[in-house]
């Protein structure tokens, strides 16, 4: 089983340590303590937390088929005569889309507009990473 220190879980839902600190207080988020009395957050009920998180912040769509939806911020906006350059932070992550100028102008996407990323591909890299610790 995997098991998260207060920062990894933090680091990985693009929160504070703080905040996770007191989700767990409040019972929002379980936790349970290492030899050293320090918090761990399971990989599982991390999993579940953020499942839960997302199906209350945005209702999945009725009109796509796409799922994949990071909502955030434009940082910048980089038009030519037909095409268009968008790129977008949303949390940790940044975003770049390459779009028509017209496509640009309709939404009208500016630096510092709300904007959600929609992805929907047919290839997806899932890595590892080396956050956690393995229990038995």
Not at 90 to 98: E, M, Q, T
């Amino acid at each position: 089983m995997t098991q998260f220190r207060i920062g990894e879980a933090a680091e990985l839902l693009g929160v504070s340590a703080d905040t996770v600190r007191r989700w767990i207080d409040a019972g929002r988020l379980g936790a349970v303590r290492d030899e050293a009395g320090h918090r761990l957050v399971e990989g599982e009920a991390l999993a579940a937390f953020v499942r839960e998180q997302h199906e209350a912040a945005e209702p999945a769509s009725e009109t796509s088929s796409a799922r994949n939806r990071l909502r955030g911020i434009v940082t910048a906006v980089a038009k030519d005569g037909v095409m268009a350059q968008v790129d977008l932070q949303a949390g940790p992550f940044r975003i770049v889309s390459l779009m028509s100028r017209e496509a640009v102008d309709e939404l009208d996407l500016r630096v510092g507009s709300v904007a959600v990323a929609v992805i929907k591909s047919t290839t997806v890299v899932v890595e590892t990473a080396s956050l956690g610790r393995r229990t038995a």
